[in-house]
């Protein structure tokens, strides 16, 4: 069955050619493209496209369609071309001309675009999920550990005291950022581009704000026309956004990588969580994370691929658009697989708490040092030539103590801080009304 067969047998390779992966992708879409026409139906009720006694079969049948999806059941029969077919194939089979009734004031392109932003928005839950997991394992290793200094480095070089507190928490920050960054990509997702149809609207009298309402939106896509653009800009935003925090986590992998090492020596893991060497029975090798970096890398060519596909193509809708769900709806699966790992790692990280003993870290307290000649009167270019004598002629030694305590230094590392601004780009993505929304569609409220 193909929503457009009009009864020409179609060349099996062309057919073939143009499906490609859309029906093994498709079956991710299949609980939202059921709520989706759960909305779409009430729509058409209230505006007369369908009879109350006729949404009634129709909103049970989905409901169990829905149900059959949850529990594995739900499947694309052969030679029906897509998920939106084999829905509506289905209330056909059950229902009669009623199902034949669903697509009214809708077409393909605006379904499509709709599965797609249904879908987004949970697996961005997800990773937000996901995140948050992780950041406050982070938090809880910055504080378990934050009086454990470590060296800190610039250009690879020893360079200023630094802390676990401070490495672990400075991750835990970024995710914070990285979050603020997904709610901007999320509120590109947020408009319902239902009503759009092919990309120029319907002489139906639809009502878009009720769907949008259904469907928990928080706003339209009101420009029938930017609607169907809107196909491949959504994607590339949301990718960009999980690209971000793949910088994120690929700079932690990295550094978990760099940091197990023999020759530095600060965190360690047990034989379960690393591997070893077919020749070498000394090794432990860390490939989780660096598994983690080389995924984290490649998701982020992912907003290249995006604008590869999308960003020379004319207004209206175009078959391009079908190849970027191959890169974009398993991205998140990845960047997922990313952060739990990462938390499954550092949840089992053992930490060098005498690193400093090292004589190769005696330098690391020269700043130190040139501040304390400072704060006695010293101007800052003369403490610093002083300090630099005594590292030339090696008599370098410094015996005082860490007075790091502004705003997130080792001393004061604002972890508080830092958790509110987590709390504050969890909440703003609204999860619980979009979640209301649909226990609503589906009779469960």
Partial sequence: MKLWDKGTKMNQNVEDFTIGKDRELDLQLAPFDVLGSLAHCKMLTSINLLEPAEFVQVEKELQ?????????DFSIEEGTEDVHSQVELLLTKSLGDVGKKIHSGRSRNDQVLLDLKLFTRH?????????????????????????ILIPGYTHLQVAMP?????????????????????????????????????????????????????????????????????????????????????????????????????????????????????????????D??????????????????????????????????????????PAFDQLISCLEMSKIMLSNVKVNENLLDDERYKYLFTVEMVNELVLKGVPFRDAYKKVGALVESGEFKFEGELKHQHEGSIGNLCNDQIKLKLEKAVQSFNFEKIDKAYQSLLGRS
Avoid at 64 to 72: S, T
Avoid at 123 to 147: H, P
Avoid at 319 to 328: H, I
Wanted: glycine share 6%; with cysteine; charged share 20%.
């Fill in 123 to 147: 697996e961005i839950e997800r990773v937000v999920n996901a995140a948050k997991s992780l950041f406050d394992l982070l938090i809880e290793n910055s504080e378990k550990y934050k009086d």
């Fill in 64 to 72: 169990k369609i829905f149900v059959d999806i949850e529990n594995g």
């Fill in 162 to 286: 630094s802390s676990f507190g401070l490495w672990f928490g400075a991750y835990a920050e970024a995710l914070s950022d990285d979050l603020a960054l997904l709610q901007s990509a999320f509120k590109v997702v947020d408009q319902n581009p239902l009503g759009s149809g092919a990309g120029y609207g319907s002489s139906f009298p639809l009502n878009r704000q009720m769907t949008t309402d259904l469907l928990g939106f928080e706003n339209l896509n009101y420009n029938v026309v930017y609607a169907q653009l809107g196909r491949g800009k959504m994607e590339f935003a949301v990718v960009s956004a999980l690209s971000n925090m793949a910088y994120t986590i690929g700079k932690l992998a990295m550094d978990a990588c760099l940091y197990n090492s023999q020759n530095f020596g600060f965190i360690s893991f047990a034989d379960e969580f690393t591997t070893g060497s077919s020749i070498m029975p000394h090794k432990k090798n860390p």
């Fill in 288 to 329: 989780v994370f660096e598994l983690v970096r080389a995924k984290a890398n490649s998701l982020q060519v992912l907003p290249t691929q995006i604008q590869a596909v999308s960003s020379n193509l004319p207004s209206g809708y175009h078959r391009d658009y079908q190849l970027t769900k191959e890169f974009f709806m």
